[in-house]
């Protein structure tokens, strides 16, 4: 009952873009931070980019930074990720997670620490995006 769904994946040519949705079924979002992670074959799970519970604060990981935009519309109890200028090493499965609100410390902690599962309390299935030519 309580989980998150992300959506939006795809294959893309490089250069392309995609907006991956990330929504709450069974709980609301607007007490939770959010995390967006991935994972690729064959690599560590990384913490891709990470918002406040009132989107107030974001976080992204060096290697997308200027390409991929998080955003959140508690209303639509929803979280997105704007990928664009998309790479071929973008490729990996994508999660979206909830931090725990009782134990946030913020949202860089969010994205490093979280991709091990600390501090989160729910978790994706996730969604395949695919950068190839």
């Known amino acids: 009952q309580l989980q998150l769904v992300e959506s939006g994946g795809g294959l893309v040519q490089p250069g392309g873009s995609l907006r991956l949705s990330c929504a709450a079924s069974g709980f609301t979002l607007d007490r939770y931070p959010i995390g967006w992670f991935r994972q690729a074959p064959g690599k560590e799970r990384e913490g891709v980019s990470c918002?406040?519970?009132?989107?107030?604060?974001?976080y992204y990981v060096d290697s997308v930074k200027g390409r991929f935009t998080i955003s959140r519309d508690n209303s639509k109890n929803t979280v997105y990720l704007q990928l664009n200028s998309l790479k071929p090493e973008d490729t990996a499965l994508y999660y979206c997670a909830a931090g725990s609100p009782w134990t946030f410390t913020g949202v860089q902690a969010l994205c490093t620490k979280g991709a091990y599962y600390y501090g989160m309390d729910y978790w994706g299935k996730g969604t395949q995006v695919t950068v190839s030519s």
């Open positions: 918002i406040t519970s009132a989107g107030d604060s974001t």
